[in-house]
């Protein structure tokens, strides 16, 4: 076995193309398109910068609103798109609102902010009125709002604790806010806040959503208006009794370590329950629920004409129930109870009610495959909506007046497409607005007739076009991002196991690809649940295609516990997260070498990030004589010291579920590694804690396994730095080329 040495690895690290760098690099690191190439990877933040985002039709359809940064730039500023004309102007930007003073964010915003995964700054987001005419934009903590008419932006409500989670009432008078944990109400046109709660301790606040909501859930918000903006739906977090965890900063130890309550597998959450209260204030009134056997909360839906609706999950998450809610009591009545003897995935774009109230959206994976369904007020099934073959992935939009839903949709795993559906009793089949290989994306305004195609193709088309519902093209959202200096050489397929089962599949091959050679593979992989990696789109394959052009061939499957096809692969991993997923990835791999004879498999190096990082770590242990050399980045280890909705889903609630953890822990194989391992870990992350690293090295230290371990300091789970970016890719191509003795 060959590796490098900790210390020897963080020295190149820290001097990964300097100009002082060692002669021994190889040459195809020190030439210049491959160093430029990633530098532009990383200015860019990985492309992304220079989209626009946010996007919002005005509910005239004469305009399309939304945020964008330079190409090079975090900063983004507020755009709207005149339908009619196509020009675009600037309407609103962080710099003119705060006269040049510099942003600042609170700890909590800088939380969420992680948990939604966004790396942005300026205008980092704004609420638009039901009418259309006032902007909301939250910005350092102060609240703006914004007059299209006559364009005009004024500061609204105090001026003292943080205002985190702000929400625009639908008539656009009135804004709910979190100061310091307490709700406040404010008046847009007299500019005054009332203060609605009072904290009784510290561990109690109102108006937020806890951490396993934002991070596992995917609901962001703790507050939530009457559409007739009479009354405000706030939450309640009670953290007495978590465990608390603490970040310190190890390049400043004079700095206090930032502390939050974090819920353990088998330990105690946060108590959360939910209260009623009109905006002219008095009594609030207690929505009631069983919290002790369904204590999740998972979503709050309140439309017009139609009753306050929540959905409810028990600790395990094999049972959600939907309750109707009497505002006016706060009783609750059961409309539907969903049962999965493994689990049961959250979709937040469900319950969606009609427009009359009379019926309302819902999705099941009951029949084998995600499927979209319509119930009566009382919640029985009336008709499935969506056939199980259409695969549907997502409710773009609830079209009552043409009878019909707008839904993301693929028979292909790795691909996204929009679909128009009738609703029944509308007899029809289904119509696929879009064909192209790709991903695509839709934001539509059933009302105004227009919608946003958000289109990145296989082909390399990206863009974002304005059509009207019958498809007709309107004018463009301009993306002003950088074009890649290099062009990926891949392939997007399926392939078939020795165990008969078939898998979705990218393959990278270097740009100077010479048929006659065999070259060492790179395994990019995640392998974990919820989150497919093979998609068909080619910006997800440039840093692959960066890897390849070292002398590889970049490979990625997609094996049971991914989504997309349907409920058995993906529960097939239920109480084990690694055994199953290795050994779909071995297969795949092995079908992928016997197609492809160029492909060298005695020579396997595999990477990924947090899931990902957890299963490169486990392959060097488990199966080192497939994979020859790891990388893992942010990996979990040690699954009691994750979050438990996202592990007790998969894995079980302690004490029960010992086995699945045992099964399942990263730190028990620490004695089989056998082969070189590379760990990088932000010392700042809150969603995979930097202990999981440390207690992998120490792990691995105790049994006599050599191994590198880079921290990343001050880093959370997200690597947003250009330079650090860069400094890591770096780094681990370094490890790799060595490891795998890659010739030049």
Same mark, same amino acid.
């Given at each position: 076995m060959k590796t490098r040495s900790l210390y020897s690895l963080v020295f190149l690290a820290a001097c990964a193309h300097a100009p002082d760098a060692s002669e021994s690099t190889p040459t195809r690191v020190r030439s210049a398109k491959m160093t430029d190439f990633l530098e532009q990877f990383a200015a860019t933040y990985r492309f992304r910068l220079g989209q626009p985002g946010s996007i919002k039709l005005s509910p005239d359809g004469g305009s399309?609103?939304?945020?964008?940064?330079?190409?090079?730039?975090?900063?983004? &500023?507020?755009?709207?798109?005149?339908?009619?004309?196509?020009?675009?102007?600037?309407?609103?930007?962080?710099?003119?609102?705060?006269?040049?003073? !510099?942003e600042t964010l609170s700890e909590e915003e800088k939380a969420q902010r992680e948990r939604m995964r966004s790396v942005s700054r300026g205008l980092a987001s704004y609420q638009l009125s039901r009418d259309g005419?006032?902007?909301?934009?939250?910005?350092?903590?102060?609240?703006?709002?914004? !007059?299209?008419?006559?364009?005009?932006?004024?500061?609204?409500?105090? /001026?003292?604790?943080?205002?985190?989670?702000?929400?625009?009432?639908?008539?656009?008078?009135?804004?709910?806010?979190?100061?310091?944990?307490?709700?406040?109400?404010?008046?847009?046109?007299?500019?005054?806040?009332?203060r609605l709660t009072t904290r009784p301790k510290p561990e109690v606040s109102f108006g937020l959503a806890e951490f396993v909501a934002q991070e596992e859930m995917s609901r962001f918000h703790g507050t939530w208006w009457s559409p007739d903006s009479s009354s405000l739906v706030y939450q309640k977090t009670d953290t007495t009794g978590l465990e608390t965890m603490h970040i310190m900063d190890p390049t400043h130890p004079e700095k206090p370590p930032q502390s939050w309550p974090y819920p353990r597998p088998g330990k105690k959450n946060a108590e959360v329950s939910l209260f009623l209260m009109s905006v002219e204030g008095g009594a609030a009134t207690e929505i009631k629920w069983n919290r002790t056997t369904h204590p999740y909360l998972n979503t709050?839906?309140?439309?017009?004409?139609?009753?306050? /609706?929540? @959905?409810?999950?028990?600790? !395990?998450? #094999?049972?959600?129930?939907?309750?109707?809610?009497? %505002?006016?009591?706060? $009783?609750?009545?059961?409309?539907?109870?969903? /049962? $999965?003897?493994?689990?049961?995935?959250i979709d937040q774009e469900v319950p969606r009610w009609t427009a009359d109230g009379k019926h309302f959206l819902w999705t099941t994976e009951r029949n084998g495959r995600v499927q979209l369904e319509l119930r009566s007020p009382t919640g029985d099934l009336v008709a499935a909506v969506t056939p199980l073959e259409l695969g549907?992935?997502?409710?773009?939009?609830?079209? $009552?007046?043409?009878?019909?839903?707008?839904?993301?949709?693929?028979?292909?795993?790795? !691909?996204?497409?929009?679909?128009?559906?009738?609703?029944?009793?509308?007899?029809?089949a289904p119509e696929m607005l879009t064909s192209e290989s790709g991903i695509h994306a839709a934001v539509w305004s059933a009302k105004a007739g227009l919608w946003v195609h958000s289109r990145s193709a296989l082909s390399g088309q990206r863009d974002h076009v304005v059509k009207r519902a019958d498809g007709t093209r309107v004018a463009e959202v301009l993306a002003v991002t950088e074009k890649p200096i290099i062009e990926p050489n891949f392939e997007i397929l399926e392939v078939q196991g020795e165990s008969g089962r078939r898998y979705s599949a990218s393959v990278v091959r270097p740009r100077a690809f010479d048929p006659k050679r065999r070259y060492p593979v790179f395994v990019y992989v995640y392998a974990g649940p919820g989150h497919p990696v093979v998609m068909a789109t080619r910006e997800t394959q440039l840093l692959n295609?960066?890897?390849?052009?070292?002398?590889?061939?970049?490979?990625? @499957?997609?094996?049971?516990? #991914?989504?997309?096809?349907?409920?058995?692969?993906?529960?097939?991993?239920?109480? &084990?997260?690694?055994d199953i997923a290795l050994e779909d990835q071995i297969d795949g791999l092995r079908a992928l070498g016997k197609r492809f004879p160029e492909m060298d498999l005695s020579r396997v190096g595999i990477f990924g990030w947090s899931f990902g990082g957890y299963f490169s770590s486990l392959a060097v242990m488990k199966a080192p004589k497939v994979f020859h050399?790891?990388?893992?980045?942010? =990996?979990? /280890?040690?699954?009691?010291?994750?979050?438990?909705?996202?592990?007790?889903?998969?894995?079980?609630?302690? =004490?029960?579920?010992?086995?699945?953890?045992?099964?399942?822990?990263?730190?028990?194989?620490?004695?089989?590694?056998?082969? %070189?391992l590379l760990v990088m870990h932000g010392t700042a992350d809150d969603n995979v804690y930097f202990t999981h690293a440390v207690k992998l090295s120490d792990a691995l230290f105790r049994a006599g396994k050599k191994?590198?371990?880079?921290?990343?300091?001050?880093?959370?789970?997200?690597?947003?730095?250009?330079l650090i970016t860069t400094r890591l890719y770096s780094t681990i191509i370094e490890f790799l080329l060595e490891n795998l003795a890659v010739q030049e």
């Open positions: 399309v609103l939304f945020l964008r940064s330079e190409a090079r730039g975090f900063v983004q &500023n507020l755009f709207e798109l005149d339908v009619g004309t196509g020009k675009e102007r600037v309407l609103l930007t962080a710099e003119q609102i705060l006269a040049g003073a !510099e005419e006032l902007i909301l934009v939250p910005l350092s903590g102060r609240l703006y709002v914004f !007059e299209r008419k006559s364009q005009k932006v004024r500061e609204v409500g105090g /001026t003292g604790a943080y205002a985190n989670d702000p929400q625009l009432s639908p008539d656009g008078k009135k804004i709910a806010c979190v100061r310091d944990g307490d709700l406040y109400l404010i008046d847009v046109a007299k500019n005054e806040e009332k709050v839906r309140w439309q017009k004409n139609a009753p306050l /609706t929540i @959905v409810v999950q028990n600790r !395990e998450q #094999t049972e959600q129930l939907i309750f109707s809610v009497d %505002p006016k009591r706060g $009783d609750t009545t059961l409309l539907h109870r969903e /049962t $999965d003897e493994a689990w049961l995935n549907y992935q997502g409710l773009v939009e609830l079209d $009552d007046a043409n009878q019909r839903v707008i839904v993301r949709a693929s028979s292909k795993q790795s !691909e996204q497409h929009i679909s128009s559906v009738p609703l029944p009793p509308k007899p029809g295609q960066w890897f390849a052009d070292h002398g590889f061939i970049v490979v990625s @499957v997609d094996g049971r516990g #991914t989504p997309g096809k349907g409920r058995a692969w993906e529960r097939a991993i239920k109480g &084990n997260f690694i050399a790891a990388v893992a980045g942010a =990996p979990v /280890t040690d699954w009691y010291d994750y979050d438990t909705h996202y592990t007790e889903r998969y894995l079980g609630v302690p =004490p029960g579920a010992a086995e699945a953890y045992e099964l399942s822990s990263g730190l028990g194989p620490a004695k089989d590694l056998g082969a %070189p191994h590198a371990f880079l921290p990343l300091s001050g880093f959370t789970h997200m690597v947003p730095d250009p």
